[in-house]
């Protein structure tokens, strides 16, 4: 070995020693133990925020996945037209389906809709006042009745 690395050597084992020395003098004023002592002792207890919180975390994440699964299926299978197509177009075939659909739009259409005497009686006055001789609007006039119940019984 060269002087110059001897010399940098003996430099560096003087501050290894000072450095441990201060070390020393640091946990004898802190009271605090050495590494040896302390990995055979628990941790002390300072950060018990920090357990609640992953806690909550943990719960919050537990709830949340499964909302944000259903979240992500509904997406891919609503807003995607052609999925949204290829998943619903053989219902649209089903018979059943058909009859519920047909229901659930007439019935409310029945319920609004007064077939007895605005739409019938209007299309019957109508017919009248073309000029036809009074025999056939007397006869018209009978047909307003018959007119409305095919109308609400053909609507059901």
Same mark, same amino acid.
């Given at each position: 070995?060269?002087?110059?690395?001897?010399?940098?050597?003996?430099?560096?084992?003087?501050?290894?020693?000072?450095?441990?020395?201060?070390?020393?003098?640091?946990?004898?004023?802190?009271?605090?133990?050495?590494?040896?002592?302390? +990995?055979?002792?628990?941790?002390?207890?300072?950060?018990?925020?920090?357990?609640?919180?992953?806690?909550?975390?943990?719960?919050? +994440?537990?709830?949340?996945?499964?909302?944000?699964?259903?979240?992500?299926?509904?997406?891919?299978?609503?807003? /995607?037209?052609?999925?949204?197509?290829?998943?619903?177009?053989?219902?649209?075939?089903?018979?059943?389906?058909?009859?519920?659909?047909?229901?659930?739009?007439?019935?409310?259409?029945?319920?609004?809709?007064?077939?007895? /005497?605005?739409?019938?009686?209007?299309?019957?006055?109508?017919?009248?006042?073309?000029?036809?001789?009074?025999?056939?609007?007397?006869?018209?006039?009978?047909?307003?009745?018959?007119?409305?119940?095919?109308?609400?019984?053909?609507?059901?």
């Amino acid at each position: 070995m060269t002087d110059v690395e001897l010399d940098k050597s003996a430099h560096l084992e003087q501050r290894v020693r000072e450095l441990e020395a201060e070390n020393a003098r640091l946990a004898a004023e802190s009271h605090v133990p050495d590494a040896g002592a302390a +990995a055979g002792r628990a941790p002390r207890r300072s950060g018990w925020w920090r357990a609640l919180l992953s806690a909550v975390c943990i719960v919050l +994440a537990g709830v949340l996945l499964p909302v944000s699964i259903a979240a992500a299926w509904s997406r891919a299978q609503l807003v /995607d037209e052609s999925q949204f197509v290829a998943t619903l177009a053989p219902l649209a075939h089903d018979p059943q389906v058909q009859g519920l659909v047909i229901d659930q739009t007439v019935c409310p259409i029945d319920d609004k809709v007064n077939y007895d /005497d605005p739409i019938t009686g209007d299309a019957i006055d109508g017919i009248a006042g073309l000029g036809l001789p009074r025999r056939a609007v007397s006869a018209l006039g009978l047909l307003k009745q018959p007119a409305a119940d095919g109308l609400a019984i053909s609507s059901m």
